[in-house]
């Protein structure tokens, strides 16, 4: 149920960044091809800010996909930059008279290709053009990137029979897109420059570009399942349920459910509120948190809490958060998760910041290291 969620969760970041791109589609086709925008000319450029989240959109649809998670984090909101300052920019041109805008809608009307060039704010429309093309070349380039680091062989074992990997063919779609934008503005760059003409060609490119996100929505819209590849089960190493944290016992059942939450007395509302944060709200996979952030998150004093954490978990922070970690690196390795990732990945996946830190604490918690505990599990399957 969970995975699920968070497929339908990824899905909506997908579906928003092709809205995003279909709208604007609409909109061009709708206002400046069939003249509509005469009736409305203060709707002139409303959409153009927007776009910017198109390409952050996608960025944050393949990191949960990626990492498994359905997530918006406070970082997020970064994305917004750029939209916020092309708004700001559109100022002069918003605060323009109704005569002056219906006379730019006109121009666009008459001629779609003045679109590039009319209707800009302090920054020349056409610099957007430009930078919209180059953040989204960036972020993809980063997510190849990305992939490659966590999965080497992601899309040479995608589109095996029977194993289509839906991220996989998103990538390449998408993939298609962003490789005609970019040559589409590495023409008008040249042309700009005398150095070659673009007179035709990039109209061909545009419309190429067009073709990759036509292919985009039919296999998002149509598509008959889009989950990842199956997650291969096996036996699991005996291990106790102790506060939610897989901690091993020798002789252990399977599933037997111990709790030492209270070890015998009334919980405090302070460890209650800790328990909540860590086993419900998971911010122990969130890299690099300290005690003085936890605090903050629980709205309690860092020495109280750090108290609290001594007395009642017998741990330090940092012992607490590891234990965490540790035990969600734990159930992934259960999932199957290295079996497509690597142990830097796993790391990272399970909040830690090096792939060092996460080797000396699982060795320190579970007696081995993360590869032999891996080996040992592969071991039990077969």
Same mark, same amino acid.
């Given at each position: ?14 579906? %928003? ?14 206002? +400046? ?27 944050? !649809? ?57 209707? %800009?704010?302090?920054?020349? +429309?056409?610099?957007? !053009? ?6 989204? &070349? ?29 991220? *996989? ?27 070659? &003409? ?39 190493? *005996? ?44 911010? !122990? ?14 709205? +309690? ?28 690196? +734990? ?36 007696? &081995?290291?993360? %590869? ?11």
């Amino acid at each position: 149920m969970v995975k699920d969620i968070s497929v339908r969760s990824n899905d909506r970041f997908l579906d %928003s960044s092709l809205f995003l791109y279909n709208f604007f589609l609409m909109v061009y086709f709708l206002w +400046i091809e069939a003249g509509y925008i005469l009736d409305m000319p203060s709707m002139l450029r409303v959409m153009s800010p927007l776009l910017y989240l198109c390409a952050p959109l996608f960025y944050v !649809y393949v990191r949960n996909s990626l990492e498994k998670t359905r997530d918006w984090r406070r970082s997020d909101w970064l994305h917004f930059i750029p939209v916020v300052i092309h708004y700001l920019d559109l100022i002069p041109y918003f605060l323009e008279p109704s005569t002056f805008k219906l006379e730019n809608a006109a121009l666009a009307v008459a001629d779609p290709l003045q679109i590039d060039s009319i209707a %800009s704010g302090w920054i020349p +429309i056409r610099f957007h !053009y430009v930078f919209r093309i180059l953040l989204q &070349t960036g972020y993809y380039s980063y997510l190849l990137y990305w992939i490659y680091s966590l999965k080497p062989r992601f899309f040479q074992d995608a589109f095996k029979p029977n194993s289509v990997n839906w991220l *996989a063919v998103v990538m390449v779609c998408m993939g298609w897109v962003v490789i005609f934008q970019f040559s589409f503005l590495v023409v008008e760059l040249l042309s700009v420059f005398r150095l070659a &003409t673009s007179e035709g060609f990039d109209s061909l490119l545009r419309k190429l570009s067009l073709v990759g996100l036509f292919f985009l929505n039919v296999y998002i819209n149509f598509k008959p399942n889009h989950q990842f590849n199956s997650i291969k089960m096996g036996k699991i190493p *005996a291990y106790r349920q102790v506060d939610s944290l897989l901690v091993p016992v020798d002789g252990a059942v399977i599933g037997e459910k111990v709790d030492i939450s209270s070890n015998g007395n009334q919980v405090s509302p302070i460890k209650k509120q800790i328990i909540n944060l860590l086993e419900n709200e998971k911010v !122990y996979l969130e890299g690099g948190l300290d005690l003085a952030q936890f605090s903050k998150l629980l709205g +309690i004093q860092k020495n109280q809490v750090s108290h609290v954490i001594n007395g009642e978990f017998g741990k330090r922070f940092n012992e607490l958060l590891n234990q965490y970690r540790i035990n969600h690196a +734990i159930h992934l390795i259960q999932q199957g998760y290295l079996d497509n990732y690597t142990l830097a990945a796993l790391a990272e996946q399970s909040g830690f910041n090096s792939r060092i830190t996460f080797f000396n604490a699982f060795k320190k918690e579970m007696g &081995t290291s993360p %590869s032999e505990f891996w080996k040992g599990f592969q071991e039990n399957i077969h």
